[in-house]
């Protein structure tokens, strides 16, 4: 278990809790209550800031019940938290509902924050890359699926 220190910009809020003791992440509390209309994105407060430990990032993740439920995602998902941020935690909601407004109250869980080691790279730049099973394939190289859409 890694020690995390956070600071509470809203002590009227709980601190974040992974909702069983085995969750990837860390649900964050809303600040504020906001309403998105079908298509708007709002910047919304957690009310927390926080020292993640050299080597670790924070990513805010979508929770799939709001996203099922109200269309309700994260417009840059995952958002990246650095572990030198010492700013407020913000969610860049987005309702992606094309009919229906979707409201949130303050203190709502509206995402989640996933903690992980992240790598630093030292680029070294070749002539050649090592050749490997999928080359430069993707989108789709692998085979196909029957998932259509609709043709006008
Ligand atoms: O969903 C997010 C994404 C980012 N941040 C904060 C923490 C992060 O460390 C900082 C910068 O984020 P990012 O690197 O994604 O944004 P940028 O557009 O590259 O800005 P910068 O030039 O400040 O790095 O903003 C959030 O609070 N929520
Ligand atoms: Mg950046």
Redesign the pocket.
């Known amino acids: 278990m890694l020690d995390v220190e956070i600071t509470r910009l809203d002590p009227g809020l709980p601190l974040p809790t992974y909702a069983r003791h085995d969750d990837a992440g860390l649900d964050l509390h809303a600040a504020e209550g906001v309403e998105l209309a079908p298509g708007e994105r709002r910047?919304v407060a957690?009310g927390i800031a926080i020292a993640l430990p050299p080597g670790h990032a924070?990513f805010?993740h979508p929770r799939s019940g709001l996203a099922l439920r109200h269309g309700l995602s994260?417009v840059?998902t995952?958002?990246?938290?650095?572990a030198?941020?010492r700013?407020?935690?913000?969610?860049?909601l987005i309702n992606h509902d094309l009919e229906y407004s979707v409201r949130v109250a303050r203190g709502d869980r509206i995402a989640q924050l996933v903690v992980q080691p992240v790598d630093h790279v030292r680029l070294v730049e070749v002539d050649a890359l090592p050749g490997s099973a999928r080359g430069a394939g993707g989108y789709g190289s692998t085979g196909v699926t029957s998932v259509t859409h609709e043709e006008e």
């Open positions: 910047l957690t924070g805010v994260v840059n995952p958002g990246t938290i650095d030198g941020y700013g407020e935690i913000k969610v860049l």
